[in-house]
């Protein structure tokens, strides 16, 4: 590198390490104050875009948001502010920006940043300053017409666009309602519950059921739409969506299902001495004995465990719901720390 190219200021240098940490998945800082103060610095540049610094701040800028745009939408950080934020400052810059009119000769390559975070995070730090532009066109070999394409208003409305897009489908799957009206079809013979049909969606894990299934069971559930003899399947099937999602739903599944289960009485006590489920090997095969008996005649607990009453005692449906509001919250906890100490 030549020796009398400027330095990159060592804040921007730090403000490349702390995002590369961020979008690689092992943030080094917060990554929700990281995050909101990157789109209040972003909302500030457009403020200043009459000065030649302010127009590479609005460029590098940009390409930060886009850079950062998937991690903020990805549940990581379940605060819904950020990606309101993240809409607000992104929308402004389209507003600012337009009309856009591109005047590039050679129009926008397609590869002239390509798709990987990390370098989109070189870059959009490098574009912040004239120093971080030097250096850039010094480490690839970039010429002044590729530079220039990165100020492009019609190139900046796009990359944009690309970041607004991804923030509001995280905010729809994260915060959104889900409709999920369309198993019913699947799942409903006559009015009842077919808990084979339910039991076949949950083993096809690569289609990512799970979060469906349960949201689908505890809005019925919620809603009084289980028969008497249907509770304990559905809160069965509800229990092994939570107990199989380790990685944790969004809170757009994962709400309902915490509510369902703070509807059962939690201190319901009992002379058991142990429940069928904490008996069970096989949890499918249990549920589908309950339900097809004919199809499905094998035992699954031990005679003495077998008894229907055990199966709907007061005691076990506390058990479930205990168990399954302790796994949430540790969804809840292990996002909510996810950052600070480069926890994934």
């Known amino acids: 590198m030549n020796d009398q190219l400027p330095a990159l200021p060592e804040s921007h240098a730090e403000l490349a390490s702390d995002l590369s940490g961020i979008v690689c998945d092992y943030p080094s800082v917060d990554p929700a104050e990281a995050l909101t103060a990157l789109a209040a610095d972003a909302a500030e540049a457009l403020g200043r875009r009459d000065t030649p610094a302010g127009l590479r701040e609005v460029s590098g800028f940009t390409v930060l948001l ?84 990165l100020d492009c208003p019609a190139f900046l409305t796009d ?8 923030v509001h489908m995280g905010a729809r799957r994260l915060f959104g309602e889900i409709d999920v009206s369309g198993l019913d079809t699947a799942f409903l013979d006559d009015g009842r519950i077919d808990f ?58 994962a709400h309902a299902m915490q509510a369902a289960l703070e509807t059962i009485d939690l201190d319901a006590s009992c002379d058991h001495r142990i429940h069928p489920w904490s008996a069970v090997a096989d ?50 906890s292990a996002t909510n720390s996810a950052g600070g100490d480069g926890a994934r």
Do not use: F, K
């Open 196 to 253: 084979p049909a339910v039991q076949d969606a949950l083993a096809r894990t690569w289609e990512d059921n799970a979060g469906p299934v349960g949201l689908w069971c505890a809005r019925r559930w919620l809603a009084g739409q289980v028969a008497e003899d249907e509770r304990i399947g559905v809160m069965l099937c509800l229990r092994m969506v939570v107990q199989n999602s380790y990685e944790g739903l969004p809170p757009s599944y």
């Open 66 to 149: 886009l850079a950062t745009s998937w991690y903020a939408a990805s549940g990581r950080v379940l605060d819904r502010r950020l990606l309101d934020t993240y809409a607000d400052v992104l929308d402004s810059i389209r507003v600012t920006l337009a009309p856009a009119v591109c005047h590039c000769p050679e129009g926008h390559p397609d590869d002239v940043l390509g798709d990987d975070p990390e370098h989109l995070v070189e870059y959009g730090v490098s574009l912040l300053t004239e120093a971080g532009r030097q250096l850039l066109a010094e480490d690839y070999e970039i010429e002044d017409a590729e530079l220039a394409v």
């Open 159 to 166: 990359l944009a666009d690309q970041a607004a897009g991804t």
């Open 283 to 332: 949890r499918r095969a249990a549920v589908l004995h309950l339900y097809a008996p004919a199809d499905h005649p094998e035992p699954v607990v031990p005679p003495e465990l077998a008894g229907r009453e055990l199966w709907e005692c007061p005691g076990q449906y506390a058990e479930l719901a205990r168990a399954g509001l302790r796994t949430i919250a540790r969804w809840h």
